[in-house]
């Protein structure tokens, strides 16, 4: 009995800091099992000016089993009106993979 409590333990633990929620955003930059706070750019066009508009769409990830939401760029530029993006931001949360977040900010015109 003894050792099957130390196994439990142990696969609760592997299991806890194996960042199970951030898996699913596994591509994303700064990308941590236990906390994980990140932004990062991309620029599509060699305009130094963002956008007079913006859109954000966030995916959320609960365990890495459920996972919701459209960060799409299409998407989120079509909801915000913009019909040319220009430079688009993103953040990356995750905490000890029971929670993470991937949000994509559009800017354009």
Avoid: P, W
């Avoid at 089993?65 to 009106?81: F, H, P, Q, W």
């Amino acid at each position: 009995m003894n050792l099957l409590r130390k196994l439990s333990v142990v696969a609760v633990l592997s299991l806890s800091l194996s960042g199970c929620a951030g898996v699913s955003f596994a591509g994303a930059h700064g990308f941590s099992s236990l906390y994980a706070n990140t932004t990062g750019s991309q620029f599509i066009n060699e305009q130094t000016k963002l956008g007079s508009k913006s859109g954000e769409g966030c995916i959320t990830s609960i365990l890495g089993v459920v996972t919701t939401g459209d960060a799409g760029v299409s998407e989120t530029a079509r909801k915000a009106n913009i019909t040319r993006v220009t430079h688009i931001d993103y953040r990356f949360e995750n905490i000890l993979g029971l929670y993470a977040k991937y949000c994509a900010v559009v800017y354009g015109e």
